[in-house]
């Protein structure tokens, strides 16, 4: 798949509100334009096996907004395949630049009510010329390929590594990675998810459930893809004090919760905390034109 990663690189962050510990973005928001950060790693060998078994077509899953099927028609046509795109919802009156951007890489969309969309997920399956990619990347391969992105850095050095997660599947992969002694810690951005830890479990094997996660679930700021003023205030001054852009569904929720959790003693002094930063700026186009500064 076509994507840079030489371009992916740590950002220190000068401020941290005590001054007692140290905090590092990995910047994989900078992979690529468009198919930027996590979505492409959880796609990498998902594509590989698609490309060993000669299909000619990947199909996949998601919501009107997704990253992950604007993602996958990237990475399909990067690897000379076509596209299916099932999307939530019936088909909307005006398109949207996720589902614009889908279909300029050559997806194929098709719109399906919530139970049409339910029962064709169940029943999709590989057929001999098609390959199939769960919603957001879910699955072993998702994590598989999510644990290649600590390889871009030299990360040892970390006693924390926090991301933001929906159906954590980066999660499960960070945790793979990650060493026995590094706390890992997910940020929830949807609400009352409690599913997650059984499904972050059933990614890993036995003595990978033993090792340090935790998932937080007081930073979803009201649900999926809500962004209330103080978010919005977080992401302008990010911006202001650290050149560092954030958006609203995903990264800024993350970015927020390190901070609030560095401020109740989450972190023991001379914690280095590393952040990750998983792309998803291009959602930020769904808020009205110069709501922010980048
Ligand atoms: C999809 C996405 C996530 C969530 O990843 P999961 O593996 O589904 O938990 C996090 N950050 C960004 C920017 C995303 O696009």
Not at 15 to 43: A, E, Y
Not at 121 to 134: A, G, L
Not at 212 to 227: V, W
Not at 234 to 261: G, H, N, S
């Amino acid at each position: 798949m076509d994507a840079n990663l030489q371009n992916i690189r740590l950002q220190s962050l000068t401020r941290s509100i005590t001054g007692k510990i140290q905090m590092d973005v990995l910047r994989t928001d900078l992979l690529h334009p468009v198919v930027s950060g996590n979505k492409w790693f959880k796609l990498r060998y998902y594509i590989e096996e698609a490309r060993l078994l000669q299909k000619k077509t990947i199909a996949s899953f998601g919501g009107p907004y997704s990253n992950h099927l604007v993602a996958t028609a990237f990475a399909a046509s990067a690897a000379g395949m076509k596209s299916i795109g099932y999307v939530r919802g019936e088909t909307p009156h005006v398109s949207n630049p996720s589902l614009t951007e889908a279909r300029n890489y050559g997806m194929q969309l098709y719109f399906l009510g919530r139970t049409e969309f339910a029962v064709q997920k169940r029943t999709t399956t590989h057929s001999e010329d098609s390959y199939f990619i769960p919603e957001g990347g879910y699955g072993s391969k998702g994590a598989a390929g999510a644990a290649t992105m600590l390889q871009t850095i030299d990360s040892r050095a970390y006693t924390h590594i926090l991301c933001a997660c929906g159906t954590g599947t980066m999660l499960a992969g960070l945790i793979k990675a990650a060493d026995a002694g590094q706390q890992v810690t997910g940020i929830s951005v949807l609400k009352n998810n409690t599913s997650i830890t059984d499904e972050v479990n059933a990614l890993l094997k036995e003595d990978e459930k033993k090792k340090k996660f935790q998932i937080l679930h007081g930073y979803h700021f009201g649900g999926y893809a809500r962004h209330p003023a103080t978010l919005l205030a977080c992401i302008r001054t990010l911006w202001e004090k650290e050149q560092l852009p954030t958006d609203i569904v995903y990264t800024a929720k993350l970015l927020y919760a390190a901070f609030d959790l560095e401020q109740q003693a989450y972190f023991p002094e001379g914690s280095r905390v590393l952040l990750i930063h998983s792309g998803g700026l291009q959602g930020n186009r769904s808020l009205p034109p110069n709501s922010l500064p980048f």
